[in-house]
T-cell receptor, first 115, second 115 residues
Framework: GAVVSQHPSRVICKSGTSVKIECRSL??????MFWYRQFPKKSLMLMAT?????????EQGVEKDKFLINHASLTLSTLTVTSAHPEDSSFYIC???????????FGPGTRLTVT | AQSVTQLDSQVPVFEEAPVELRCNYS??????LFWYVQYPNQGLQLLLK??????LVKGINGFEAEFNKSQTSFHLRKPSVHISDTAEYFC?????????????FGQGTELSVKP
C-alpha cells in the first residue's frame, strides 16, 4: 500500500524559534498533500491543502505567515512553524493523495512541543 | 458545506462483545464516507470507505459499516471485538464533486475494549 512518512516524529523547540516538518510519499507521486493539526483528545483540523508547484490553500483562521507550507516536488511537502510559541504545541499530521479524491494516505504524525 | 457528528465520545465494551460506533453526517451534496482508526501517537489508518454501490461496506480487521442515505448515517460495526481494537475511531466525509479531496472529520470515538 501507499506509504507516507513524516520527519521528525517528535521535536522540542524553544519559544521564538522555527521548526520544519517534512512529509514524504515514499512509493507514489502525491499531487496533493494536506496538513492537519490535532489537539489532545480532539479531532483533526485541516490547516491547508497544497498542490505540487502551487501555493497552499489555507483554511479559515490558519495564519499562512506562521505556518509556511511548501510542496516543491511530487514526493515532498514541508510545514514550517515560524516563531513558535507554546500554544503551537500539537500533533501535526500530513496526508497525501495521488490524484484520486477518495484515496488519501496519512503520515504517522509529528509531536511538536514548544517550551 | 459538510459536517460529521459522532454520537458517542467514548464506548467501553468487553472483549468478544459486539460494538457499534455511530456516525451521522450533514451535506447538501453527495459525499464519500470513510472510517479511520488512530492508535496512540500514530497517524490514521483507513478502515473502510463507501464510494457507491452496495450500502454495506466491509473493511479491514473485521469491521463493516452501512450507509443509510435516508438517515444520513454511516455506523461502524464489529461482531466481536478484541483488546487490540482499543483506539480512536474517526468518521469522515468528502464532497464527491470536490476534486481536492478535503476530508471533514467527526469528533472521534474512543473505543476501549476491556478483558
Amino acid at each position: 500500500g501507499a506509504v507516507v512518512s513524516q520527519h521528525p516524529s517528535r521535536v522540542i523547540c524553544k519559544s521564538g524559534t522555527s521548526v520544519k516538518i517534512e512529509c514524504r510519499s515514499l512509493d507514489f507521486q502525491a499531487t496533493t498533500m494536506f496538513w492537519y493539526r490535532q489537539f489532545p483528545k480532539k479531532s483533526l483540523m485541516l490547516m491547508a491543502t497544497s498542490n505540487e508547484g502551487s501555493k497552499a490553500t489555507y483554511e479559515q483562521g490558519v495564519e499562512k505567515d506562521k505556518f509556511l507550507i511548501n510542496h516543491a516536488s511530487l514526493t515532498l511537502s514541508t510545514l514550517t512553524v515560524t516563531s513558535a510559541h507554546p500554544e503551537d504545541s500539537s500533533f501535526y499530521i500530513c496526508s497525501a493523495s495521488g490524484g484520486t479524491v477518495y484515496e488519501q494516505y496519512f503520515g504517522p504524525g509529528t509531536r511538536l512541543t514548544v517550551t | 458545506a459538510q459536517s460529521v457528528t459522532q454520537l458517542d465520545s467514548q464506548v467501553p465494551v468487553f472483549e468478544e462483545a459486539p460494538v457499534e460506533l455511530r456516525c451521522n453526517y450533514s451535506s447538501s451534496v453527495s459525499v464519500y464516507l470513510f472510517w479511520y482508526v488512530q492508535y496512540p501517537n500514530q497517524g490514521l489508518q483507513l478502515l473502510l470507505k463507501y464510494l457507491s454501490g452496495s450500502t454495506l461496506v466491509k473493511g479491514i480487521n473485521g469491521f463493516e459499516a452501512e450507509f443509510n442515505k435516508s438517515q444520513t448515517s454511516f455506523h461502524l460495526r464489529k461482531p466481536s471485538v478484541h483488546i487490540s481494537d482499543t483506539a480512536e475511531y474517526f468518521c469522515a466525509v468528502s464532497d464527491r464533486n470536490n476534486q481536492g479531496g478535503k476530508l471533514i472529520f467527526g469528533q472521534g470515538t474512543e473505543l476501549s475494549v476491556k478483558p
